[in-house]
């Protein structure tokens, strides 16, 4: 009995696998946008935000940073009830994913983050979707607490530095 596939369905299967294909890498940069939106997050510094800018307007909402916070914040307390902060680091991996309508979605993975000292305690999760032909971007946090210790007591996320002025003061109004 002749088990092989037919080459048109092999290169069907392959054209799908490469059209819902996930890729691994570590950036300086990553720009999650869309038409609308172009967020800049630089790798090198825990992704943290650099530049929010509305496209259509060229408008920028984050000044010259130096040095911006941490993309997120996560606080755990111990029995004793003290609070311990944990941010962010660079030890991240990034996957990107494309759907079929051409929307992105950038998952960025911190896995076995030591709180203390446990090691591997926190596993975060960070994911932006940018669906096509959509002026918003959609963002999310997963954290996973697997210390024995430690409890969950808040999540900050995203942290967004300084945003600049959102239109002019002559357009406020109360």
């Known amino acids: 009995m002749n ?13 799908m696998l490469a059209a819902c294909q996930t890729t691994k890498h570590l950036a300086p ?13 630089d790798a090198t510094h825990g992704y943290r ?23 997120w914040r996560v606080v755990v307390r111990d029995p004793g009830r003290t609070n311990h902060i944990v941010e962010c680091g660079d030890q991240a991996v990034l ?4 759907d079929w309508r051409g929307g ?14 446990e090691p591997g305690a926190l596993d975060v999760t960070v994911t932006i979707k940018t669906p ?11 954290v996973t607490n697997r210390s024995r210790r430690y409890a969950l007591w808040e999540v900050q996320f995203p942290r967004l530095p300084e945003l ?10 109360l």
């Open 49 to 71: 935000l650099v530049s929010l800018k509305h496209l259509p307007s060229g408008t920028e909402f984050v000044p010259d940073v130096a040095a911006g916070d941490s993309l």
């Open 164 to 173: 600049g002025p959102l239109g002019t003061p002559a357009d406020d109004r």
């Open 132 to 142: 096509a032909h959509d002026a918003l971007t959609y963002w999310n946090i997963a």
């Open 104 to 117: 992105k979605t950038y998952r960025i993975k911190w896995n076995s983050v030591a709180v203390e000292d």
């Open 29 to 41: 940069t990553i720009q999650p946008g869309n038409d609308t939106t172009r967020i800049t997050l």
């Open 3 to 15: 088990t092989r596939l037919p080459n048109v369905l092999l290169l069907g299967v392959s054209l």
């Open 95 to 98: 996957q990107t994913s494309r």
